[in-house]
């Protein structure tokens, strides 16, 4: 079975330029996860979608960040403009089912370096 | 609200030695408790979960968790240390609910000396 896919693996930017990263979660699985994770911290959700619904995007800095996923299987995850703060590991998950308490299986994330 | 903390922020150990990482929560209802492992460049893997069943857990690679309420703990232990353990690791609780949600603690930085 083919884990999460992450794309790209890194990413180096300037600051105000737009960034996306796309993340396949495993098949059949309708929940998926966008965590932040920065340096020498924890996981931070950013967005949590159930199928195409976004069920819980009240950590998403949504001025400048935005997420779709619109077939409900794949996922894209954008900011536009970057800021030298938004430099982190972005970690997509998926989980199988909801009602359940289900592992969340993690991508090998996206580094994001915004110069 | 629910949250992790995690004492130390980094453990060195012997290989061969015990390996002790500490996690306490804070949890308004009965939670959900998860040990991740993080190796470089990779994401996150399950090592066990505690869901309400047996308050001992066990998992993979030896590893094994003891939930206690009264302490508000959920300790990461294994008994002998091998080198393939050096990793980051994190403790995440969860509501009883059906969303998932992880609350992550800050992590703990494992390094096993030979």
């Known amino acids: 079975e083919a884990g999460v896919v992450q794309s790209p693996r890194y990413k180096i930017i300037e600051k105000k330029q737009p960034v996306a990263f796309w993340c396949n979660p495993i098949?059949?699985?309708?929940?998926l996860y966008w965590y932040r994770q920065n340096l020498g911290q924890g996981p931070e959700l950013l967005i949590r979608?159930?199928?195409?619904?976004?069920?819980?995007d009240s950590q998403l800095p949504k001025d400048r960040f935005s997420a779709e996923r619109l077939k409900g299987v794949d996922s894209t995850l954008k900011i536009q403009p970057a800021e030298l703060g938004d430099s982190a590991v972005y970690l997509c998950?998926?989980?199988?089912?909801?009602?359940?308490?289900?592992?969340?299986?993690f991508g090998p994330g996206t580094r994001l370096t915004v110069l | 609200a629910q949250s992790v903390t995690q004492l130390g922020s980094h453990v060195s150990v012997s290989e061969g030695a015990l390996v002790l990482l500490r996690c306490n929560y804070s949890?308004?209802?009965?939670?959900?408790l998860f040990w991740y492992v993080q190796y470089p460049n990779q994401g996150l893997q399950l090592l066990l979960k505690?869901?309400?069943?047996?308050?001992l857990v066990k998992g993979i690679n030896g590893f094994e968790a003891e939930f206690k309420k009264s302490e508000t703990s959920f300790h990461l232990t294994k008994p002998s240390a091998h080198m393939s353990d050096a990793a980051e690791y994190f403790c995440?609780?969860?509501?009883?609910?059906?969303?998932?949600?992880?609350?992550f603690g800050q992590g703990t930085t494992l390094q096993v000396k030979p």
């Open positions: 949890s308004s209802v009965p939670p959900y």
């Open positions: 979608y159930e199928n195409e619904e976004a069920v819980d």
């Open positions: 995440a609780v969860s509501n009883s609910g059906n969303t998932g949600k992880l609350i």
């Open positions: 998950a998926s989980r199988i089912t909801r009602g359940s308490i289900g592992e969340q299986f």
């Open positions: 505690y869901t309400s069943a047996a308050t």
């Open positions: 098949s059949g699985h309708n929940t």
